[in-house]
């Protein structure tokens, strides 16, 4: 079984694989299933080829449950495209495959990461409770824990939202690096977080390194060619998606585009 690692000092630059709507979902179109696992299977060899360390395959079905669950249709065709994915870049040394059913989904994707070969999932919500468009999200962390253990997934990691736009604290203004503090306790291997404002993003990274020294933080999102050189520098890799992909949001990955951000997370390396 493969195991989740970051390497120390390392930017890790994980690329984002949006699906459109899998089998088993409102919005899923007939027929389309083959095309999905295709562009996925493009998309990762791209990021591959351009230097990323790896890439989060995350279904976009645009309508979800809250609950810990996901429709069998959709939790296979999910394995299939992770399988597909897993051999496409077997060839690419420390390549990291990561799972995300959305919206919290967090067993099945347990379960896909395990089965198919994947190296880490990301939690859209592991601790208290987030609102969100489809209603509140309540996870349950010894569930997760539990189900983890049952399967043997260890190895698995586990990356977490603390403050993004997947998930904010609900019910009062809990310190974000206390969020973050909680996720470490109920199992989480690293945390996301990230904000449209620069400065907050800043902000939020600092307080959580004074508050968990050691954790791995991961920018969620919010980062392009012009901004990466300065969100990068103190957190630990980012989520990246719309800038990398050809004609925006949802698009085949672009190795150019690839390679350029990387280049920019290089470069950081080294000063």
Request: glycine content about 12%.
């Amino acid at each position: 079984m493969p195991e989740f690692r970051l390497v120390p000092g390392r930017k890790t630059v994980i690329g984002m694989i949006h699906l459109q709507p899998l089998p088993g979902t409102p919005f899923h179109e007939e027929g389309t299933f083959r095309d999905v696992l295709d562009t996925a299977v493009a998309s990762a060899r791209a990021l591959a080829a351009g230097g990323a360390d790896g890439c989060l395959i995350q279904t976009v079905d645009r309508v979800y449950s809250v609950e810990d669950t996901s429709d069998p249709a959709r939790t296979v065709a999910m394995g299939l495209i992770t399988e597909a994915v897993v051999r496409a870049v077997a060839d690419t040394p420390g390549f990291l495959v990561g799972v995300q059913i959305m919206r919290n989904a967090v067993s099945a994707s347990l379960a896909v990461a395990k089965v198919a070969g994947g190296h880490f999932i990301r939690a859209g919500a592991l601790v208290g409770m987030t609102l969100s468009p489809h209603g509140m999200v309540a996870p349950d962390p010894l569930a997760v824990a539990e189900y983890r253990k049952r399967i043997s997934a260890g190895s698995v990691g586990l990356i977490t939202d603390v403050d993004s736009m997947h998930y904010r604290w609900f019910g009062g203004e809990k310190p974000t690096a206390e969020v973050a503090r909680a996720a470490r306790g109920m199992g989480a291997d690293a945390i996301a977080l990230g904000d449209p404002d620069e400065a907050r993003t800043h902000e939020l990274v600092a307080s959580v390194r004074r508050a968990a020294p050691g954790l791995p933080i991961i920018l969620a999102g919010h980062t392009d060619h012009g901004n990466a050189a300065r969100l990068l520098a103190e957190a630990d890799g980012a989520f990246v998606g719309t800038c990398l992909e050809d004609g925006g949001w949802g698009g085949r990955i672009d190795v150019a585009r690839v390679r350029a951000y990387v280049d920019i997370a290089r470069s950081l390396e080294s000063r």
